[in-house]
């Protein structure tokens, strides 16, 4: 698929102006061709710069993922080093966004939208496309977030509820992560990178179903908590309630 380079920097949640800006640097080969006056780009350059916003998203320079890009390309195959980075940082589950107006954001949120939207942003549940838009990155989480609002929730302490849950999560994933990256170590020794098609297809593969299990695994120990959780909790609301009931007919 072609790209003009508005259309590029839309698909790829950037401006035209990072899009320049990365080809001057280095981070992203020029444009296959011309239509006119109008630069045409492809899907490696989407790629490409779902990559880079991937590694600055996780704490990368421009500087550092320029040397990242020139080291591998003068001895390998960029397409296979794309393969494997963009297999280990795709994101999995819900990668859809809208845009809101902020006008509409400020009417749904009320008096305390500025702190809220700034709270989203923080938790990487949003952030300001420009001036007059917001961009939330994950609808599906802050519909549930109305949806408890409803039950007369502040959205505020949801949103600290979310906080505390993905902070542990975050443990979780890092612990995960750190096994992976120890065997990886064990195996090859620190530094190691996969140089053939076989150990770049079993680096995914084994990065892949740790992600598996760890879903799998928090999904499940969380319900199984929650069922154990409720059923105590309920036993002593339960208990207060018919004390409380007692003492008010005696």
């Keep these: 698929m072609d790209y003009r380079i508005d ?3 839309r698909e790829a949640g950037t401006t035209s102006r990072n899009v320049r800006a990365y080809q001057e640097r280095g981070l992203l080969p020029p444009a296959v061709r011309w239509s ?18 991937a590694l600055l998203q996780r704490g990368f320079t421009t500087a550092h993922i320029a040397d990242f890009i020139t080291s591998w390309e003068t001895g ?5 080093v794309l393969g494997l980075q963009h297999a280990v940082t795709a994101t999995w589950g819900d990668n859809s966004s809208i845009d809101v107006p902020r006008e509409l954001v400020d009417t749904f949120l009320g008096s305390d939208a500025g702190d809220l939207v700034d709270r989203l942003i923080e938790l990487g549940l949003a952030r300001a496309k420009d001036d007059d838009t917001i961009t ?7 519909e549930a977030f109305g949806e408890l609002h409803t039950f007369g929730l502040q959205l505020r302490d949801v949103i600290d509820l979310y906080s505390d849950i993905a902070q542990r ?8 992560v750190d096994t992976a ?3 990886i170590t064990a195996q090859h020794g620190p530094g190691w990178l996969p140089d053939t098609d076989e150990d770049i297809a079993a680096t995914t593969n084994m990065i892949s179903h740790m992600r ?26 339960l208990s207060v309630a018919f004390q409380k009931h007692k003492a008010e007919t005696e």
């Design 212 to 237: 598996e299990i760890g879903i799998a695994a928090v999904h499940d120990t969380l319900a199984s908590a929650m069922e154990n959780t409720v059923a105590t909790q309920l036993g002593e609301y």
């Design 76 to 80: 390998k195959d960029m397409s296979e």
């Design 36 to 53: 006119g006056r109008a630069a045409i780009y492809d899907e490696t350059h989407l790629e490409r710069l779902k990559i880079i916003d």
């Design 136 to 142: 939330f990155t994950r609808p599906s989480m802050l």
């Design 181 to 183: 990256r120890s065997h």
């Design 7 to 9: 259309d590029l920097a």
């Design 169 to 176: 999560v975050d443990d979780i994933a890092r612990l995960m």
